[in-house]
């Protein structure tokens, strides 16, 4: 399996076991200890069983070495778990025990307790007290409290703090993954969209990363001074060949490049997919002479100023943007990269927390247009059908190049639906699957005069889709909207006639939200473009949404707009005290707490 090359760590989850202390004739703690520590047990079994960090590893789980039942086991545990990596911990506990003495106090790691419901001894009473506490040190910790009461016998974990344990895993890992890694800006602000305007203390206050930037001239003077894997390249280049069909031409004949060109061309855009990913991690394969190159700039997430000035000269980033934000490449299956086109960081920070909490490739588009389902019995003649008719319309989402290959929807489950896989589930018969349903177009002279190509495939799958946006604003700071829903296929004929109104040689994707019917931003598909923050959004496969309230939760970003069902909700205890409508409380808890590495 390709490992990542970046370095730093990867998050550790420490478990907690944690008791009531008191001994005596009774020995109130001996017949307890097997009892908590099998839950400790139990929890590093399910997160060994189920979580894997992004470079496809199963996430790494320590337990303190004795139960924690005063101060002095509290330290002893908090000594390990910094020798071990921790940054995650999960205090777990059957019974009462002293909170202040034995809670978790480093500010640093992301909390969560779960405290078993059997009512033979108070576990479910510590978890409240403790919480509470939490609460009034500035500690906001996740409380876990199964929904039954169990037996003190009871071993089996129970569904409902299965599913919170997991989704507090999940997007804890996420939050902590992205902890002293860069993202990399390659050029500056395009077409003057906002979004690209880096705000590096955004990004280092709320994410724990660093803004790395480099210049384009840099990918020149790599090319011209031959400062790249030589080896990659050629695999490279024989991989594209055999595997990459060239689209067809929609240029006008006057102005489309020579075949000559487009083969200089294809090989400038492949060379480039090759230094942009060692301009990200490194490379262990560079001429000794080029000892600083090979470190690279750590970075978990690009972005590259396409479109102005580099595509006024150059042939485009569309080839690079595909294939690394794909899940393979030319050698085989591999973690995707998350690299942002128009150097939109925002969205791209939406694609790499979406990334991290999946291990799927990523979505880049524009929210490009909807379409009622007046508008599309107007111009095809063809009444929308199934949910694209139950929401009231489709929204476009088209964006020339970082769209992930994955997207055609050409790779189906066990169901024979479409599906997105993780990466480390991709073969590859799914690789060849997608090579198929993709075609390498010239790209559109008019938005990129320095030509390339731009890849071309229709998402011909209905598949469940979370998309979302990252947005700053001023005076408030970052906030994220997301929209549940699916991908659908249009007869095709109907998605051309469409898809020709716009830019027919970029990937197309037509994506309906999933709406209530009731004002407001979910009222119909229309509405939810129309209160899309920004010309962007960030699409991965499945309904995520509910992991990324809980990991926005963990970053103090607020969630200004979702359609996640608030029974799925999961934020830290401490969020209740802002108040009972979730919304206001969590934009109050994330002001009050504040971004986590401020
Ligand atoms: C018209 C611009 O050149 C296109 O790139 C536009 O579709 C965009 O993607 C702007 O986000
Ligand atoms: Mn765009």
Redesign the pocket.
Known sequence: MAKSRLIGSYPVIGIRPTIDGRRGALDVRGSLEEQTMNMAKSVKKLYEANLKYSNGEPVKVVIADTTIGRVGEAAACADKFRHEGVDITVTVTPCWCYGAETMDMDPQTIKAVWGFNATERPGAVYLASVLATHAQKGLPAFGIYGHEVLDADDTVMPEDVKEKMLRFGRAAVAVATMRNKSWLQIGSVT?G?GGSIIDPDFIESYLGMRVESVDEVEIIRRMSEGIYDHEEFDRAMKWAKENCTIGFDKNPPELQMTEEQKEEQFEFVVKMAVIIKELMNGCDNLDPKFSEEAIGHNALAAGFQG?RQWTDFYPNGDFAEAMLNTSFDWDGAREPYILA??N?VLNGLGMLFMKLLTGRAQMFA?V?TYWSANAVKRVTGYDLEGVAKENDGIIHL???GACCLDASGVVKDENGEGVMKEWWNVTEEDQKAIMKATTWNAADNG?FRGGGFSSRFETRATMPATMIRLNLVKGLGPVLQIAEGWTVELPEDVSDTLWKRT?YTWPCTWFVPRCDGKDGAFKTAYDVMNNWGA??GAISYGHIGADLITMCSMLRIPVCMHNVPEADVFRPAAWNAFGMDKEGADFRACKNYGPLYK
Do not use: V
């Open positions: 077409m969209i479109q086109t128009e939109d524009d490009r088209i964006n020339s938005y830019d010309n962007h």
